[in-house]
């Protein structure tokens, strides 16, 4: 069984920077695609970054050049850097883990609990 355990939440002002981890367990990690997705107050989870296996990034409109994701195999985490937080970025920030290049939504067995990111401006 998956297991994935988010850390690195917390209160940052707008224009500061803050590095969320996701320890994966109970997997070949190195096999998946891993992803982040957030959801604010009153909105749908969605999309942020994801990378591959292989280790190609994609990331969403709302975040391309202020995130960055990244993954250690080593340590079966993977990491998203947002570089310069603004007052939207606030939401519940989650991991998600992909079955070799696919990620499945509906498997709620293949996602964290969320770490909680808080902007102060």
């Known amino acids: 069984q998956v297991q994935l355990v988010e850390s690195g939440g917390g209160l940052v002002q707008a224009g500061e920077s803050l590095k969320l981890s996701c320890v994966a367990s109970?997997?070949?990690?190195?096999?998946?695609?891993m992803g982040w997705y957030r959801q604010a107050p009153g909105k749908q989870r969605e999309l942020v970054a994801t990378?591959?296996?292989?280790?190609?990034?994609y990331y969403s409109d709302s975040v391309k050049g202020r995130f960055s994701i990244s993954r250690d195999n080593a340590k079966n985490t993977v990491f998203l850097q947002i570089h310069t937080v603004k007052s939207d970025d606030a939401a519940i920030y989650y991991c998600?883990?992909?079955?070799?290049?696919?990620?499945?939504?509906?498997?709620?067995?293949?996602w964290g609990q969320g770490t909680q990111v808080t902007v102060s401006s």
């Open positions: 990378i591959t296996s292989g280790g190609k990034e």
């Open positions: 998600l883990a992909g079955v070799s290049d696919r990620f499945f939504l509906d498997d709620d067995s293949r």
């Open positions: 109970g997997t070949i990690f190195s096999l998946n695609a």
